[in-house]
């Protein structure tokens, strides 16, 4: 071959490597591109599992919290340390939930870290640590929920009365309600109250359902008492500087230092109204020693004979806006 063949030879070549370099970068682009779409896939699957665990933790927490009330009302026996057991216990259904995703090979992993009372009592704290990985795209992030105890489709129950009157012949359930038969009366008798016969069959709600009326004053109409009636009516429980949160109130707390619940317990109806009685505020009721005070009757409602009466004292009154003593 003479030098023209080689001059001709060479400049083909360098004819060609810029058309072979393009191919390159073009190949490079196209696998990055396909990686980048790879990386987004797996980061929407991610975001996904992220989002489902954010869903599903509270509706496992209000169940959780269910399956232990009910225990204790049950068993009649309060928790020791009933936010180390949630927490345990709400871990366990976690995990259930987390252990299906490996067959979509993907790695997840939810540590419950704490669970604890919140500034508003209708609302647990809950803190969590999620982990989700698929190949190299993975996701970390510490969860803080604020979880409600309230559903009007699948409510809570107080389980504290059950653990106050257990061993004074015990509460009972009836529909949405807590019956108290004479428990409640050998209770306060036991601590030497006076006047505790009008809580005979006294009774109270069970499941924890918020109170509309808000700010509590409005309840107060010193004529025909409409609003606390049909408070009354409906069970409503109350925020409470005084009454225990539901977690303390799994521990068999009327009072504890967080900010808490309360709830009246009704007298049935009489035909003779009664001056004083204790207060039936349920946190001064389940009270031991001087955290027992007494009310004065105020009617709330009559029907022919039967008259409709709550004790109250005077801080109570007027947080409702009721009458003052």
Do not use: W
């Not at 896939?41 to 954010?54: A, G, R, T």
């Not at 009330?69 to 995990?95: C, E, G, H, M």
């Not at 604020?146 to 409510?155: A, L, V, W």
């Not at 409503?236 to 500087?241: G, K, L, P, R």
Request: charged share 20%.
């Amino acid at each position: 071959m003479d030098n023209d063949g080689y001059v001709m030879t060479g400049t083909s070549f360098l004819l060609i490597l810029p058309v072979l370099i393009l191919f390159i970068v073009l190949v490079e682009l196209n696998y990055e591109d396909t990686e980048s779409e790879v990386q987004i896939m797996e980061s929407e699957k991610i975001l996904q599992v992220f989002q489902d665990l954010e869903f599903n933790i509270p509706r496992l927490t209000r169940q959780v919290l269910k399956e232990e009330a009910y225990f204790v009302i049950s068993s009649k026996k309060p928790f020791i340390d009933v936010r180390k057991i949630t927490r345990d216990n709400l871990q366990f259904k976690v995990d259930q939930i987390t252990q299906n995703y490996d067959k979509c090979g993907l790695q997840v992993n939810c540590t419950v870290l704490s669970i604890k009372e919140s500034d508003d009592p209708f609302e647990v704290e809950l803190t969590s640590l999620v982990v989700v990985q698929k190949d190299n795209v993975s996701h970390q992030e510490i969860l803080q929920q604020k979880i409600s105890i309230i559903d009007p489709y699948d409510p809570l129950p107080d389980p504290l009365p059950f653990v106050k009157c257990n061993e004074y012949g015990g509460a009972s359930i009836n529909g949405s309600r807590i019956y108290y038969a004479h428990s409640l009366v050998l209770y306060l008798e036991q601590r030497g109250e006076k006047n505790g016969m009008v809580y005979e069959n006294a009774s109270s709600p069970l499941f924890i359902n918020q109170c509309p009326y808000d700010p509590f004053v409005c309840h107060g109409d010193p004529v025909t008492m409409e609003t606390l009636k049909n408070c009354l009516d409906n069970g409503f429980y109350h925020e409470s500087n005084d009454g225990a949160c539901y977690l303390c109130r799994l521990e068999g707390k009327n009072t504890c230092p967080h900010q808490g619940l309360e709830v009246f317990i009704l007298p049935p109806p009489t035909n003779n109204q009664s001056d004083t009685a204790p207060c039936s505020v349920d946190h001064v009721l389940f009270g031991e020693g001087g955290e027992i005070y007494p009310g004065v009757s105020i009617q709330y409602h009559q029907e022919e004979n039967l008259i409709f009466q709550l004790f109250l004292d005077d801080s109570h009154r007027k947080k409702y806006g009721l009458p003052l003593i």
